[in-house]
């Protein structure tokens, strides 16, 4: 391994690595690999290249990394958990303070848009303040409106907290990708994405699943919200253990870089924000951060993936959101008659099709950049991560046809699960690549994309939530899925064009905006 000057400013992409819009990821497309870092295979070039300063966290041991990933990812989970549970007990708040459940669901629809738009506001903090703190307190202010929401006596304070929580929770689900590109290579990003992203992905399943498991043998709507304060309080414990400033500004030199104790003492100034306010400058500008936060959406490729992403989520998040209350419904008015424990075990199926489509992606993400790099003599571009988004559409289509055909025509409710998971696995495998995609072209914003993402993909469920149950029943469920289904068509376009031009749209963006990303 190459020795660095211990007062070296070192170059995180020395320019033998950059290629004409690409990045030269193997040893076969160099004329020498001397002074550079590669990876244990003795072929793969380490992008960043690592320095050897005690504070730079790509030098962290794996487990210590494994640990973060985790807690980031149980952390993006709990957004999606609490938000999601709602579904399970609105009967019973429906009777206990004599609302229709149309009513008791609305928080549902507001915490969904609250859950985009607030991401919005915590990623700028993320960069002029840290990763570590803005995780840690988010979660600790989350857990308290959590705790509200089950304590809460009448409809107005509980409507109130559950706002409030979602405020909070949904740094996490923004943030969190700013951990992931900090402490791992860029060849290791996209296995890195899925694990994250099968926690992420699943927990709007998970929550209502686990939800009306309780509420069905408690009959209790309280208990599934204090299920909920357990959840994000596992994530404050496992802040607590394992959480460390993983930011490391590599045009600092190494003589110049703030200490960084390796004390318990020391781990706690950062986990709580005090060293960072003693280390600002260390930091991001606020003008820098709101700056880079504009300029991302604007740029014509992220905002073509970020449309087609929209398309295609806001559908299964209409479908959860009006789950319990299309196979809750008597079977004399049209509707299942299904409790709650059996609308629990409903949920498996999406969780299935997105864990199934994390081990078939976990291996043929890597295969096809893998494969890609050996065609292009070592180069890498972003744009070969976007196949598996066609191979998502042709599930999500039949995924939604079948779901819309079987609740219509009353099939077999086998019918709706297959579809349900279908979908389920169309969406993971689009998720992890799309983000993957994302993150490769503005790797100094990976906060900012997580933010954009992650508001594409709950702006679109906020307002299906309000209209997919009266829409069904005016048209059919059989037409309004079917064209839904249109719709996830139409949404692999913006991906075909940014598959066509997308090098030169990142040329383009580099080019005019290199200051900034």
């Known amino acids: 391994m190459f020795d660095i000057a211990p007062t070296a400013t070192l170059d995180p992409v020395p320019s033998p690595l950059r290629a004409d819009g690409g990045l030269v990821l193997s040893a076969e497309g160099l004329k ?50 609490v938000g999601a549970i709602s579904s399970a007990p609105i009967i019973y708040q429906s009777m206990e303070w004599h609302i229709s459940i149309t009513e008791v669901n609305r928080p549902t629809s507001i915490v969904v848009l609250i859950l985009g738009l607030f991401g919005l506001v915590w990623v700028p903090m993320v960069s002029y303040w840290g990763r570590a703190p803005v995780l840690f307190w988010t979660t600790v202010l989350g857990f308290c409106f959590t705790l509200g929401s089950a304590l809460s006596k009448d409809y107005a304070t509980f409507f109130v907290m559950r706002c409030f929580s979602a405020v909070f929770l949904t740094s996490a689900q923004t943030i969190s990708l700013a951990f992931l590109k900090d402490m791992f290579f860029f060849h290791e990003r996209a296995r890195k994405i899925g694990l994250w992203a099968s926690l992420y992905i699943c927990s709007p399943y998970i929550g209502p699943m686990l939800g009306n498991f309780v509420v069905g043998k408690t009959h209790k709507w309280e208990d599934a919200y204090w299920m909920c304060v357990g959840v994000v309080g596992i994530q404050i414990i496992l802040n607590f253990l394992f959480i460390d400033e993983t930011w490391f500004n590599r045009k600092v030199s190494a003589t110049d870089q703030p200490e960084r104790p390796q004390t318990l003492s020391g781990r706690m100034s950062r986990l709580t924000g005090v060293w960072q306010l003693q280390n600002h400058g260390y930091f991001s500008t606020i003008k820098t951060t ?79 950049a893998r494969r890609y790099i050996h065609r292009h003599r070592g180069i890498f571009e972003p744009e070969v991560r976007l196949w598996p988004v066609y191979i998502g559409v042709l599930f999500n289509i039949p995924g939604v046809v079948l779901v819309g055909q079987t609740v219509h025509k009353h099939w077999s409710v086998a019918g709706a699960a297959f579809g349900w998971g279908l979908f389920g696995f169309g969406i993971m495998l689009g998720s992890v690549v799309v983000t993957a995609y994302c993150l490769d072209s503005f790797p100094m914003a990976p906060a900012e994309v997580a933010a954009w993402l992650n508001l594409a993909r709950t702006m679109g469920g906020f307002a299906v939530g309000f209209f997919q149950e009266p829409w069904g029943n005016k048209v059919g469920y059989d037409v309004s899925f079917g064209i839904q289904a249109g719709i996830i068509a139409l949404s692999v376009v913006p991906v075909a064009i940014v598959h066509v031009y997308g090098h030169g749209m990142r040329l383009n963006t580099t080019k005019n905006y290199s200051k900034i990303f």
């Not at 590669?38 to 990394?65: F, M």
């Not at 509707?335 to 199934?356: C, D, M």
């Open 32 to 81: 020498t690999t001397e002074n550079l870092q590669l990876a244990a295979d003795g072929r793969t070039v380490l992008i960043p290249q690592p320095s050897q300063h005690v504070g730079d966290c790509l030098n962290w041991s794996s487990k210590k990394k494994h640990l973060v990933l985790f807690t980031v990812a149980w952390g993006a989970l709990t957004a999606d958990f």
């Open 290 to 368: 709101y700056q880079s936060l504009a300029m991302i959406i604007l740029q014509p490729h992220f905002a073509l993936i970020s449309l087609s992403y929209f398309l295609v989520f806001c559908w299964i998040i209409g479908i959860n959101i009006t789950t319990a209350i299309i196979f809750a419904t008597p079977i004399e008015y049209g509707g299942y008659g299904y409790n709650n424990v059996q609308l629990g075990y409903l949920h498996f199926s999406p969780i299935v099709g997105i864990l199934i489509a994390e081990v078939f992606g976990h291996y043929f993400n890597d295969f096809l």
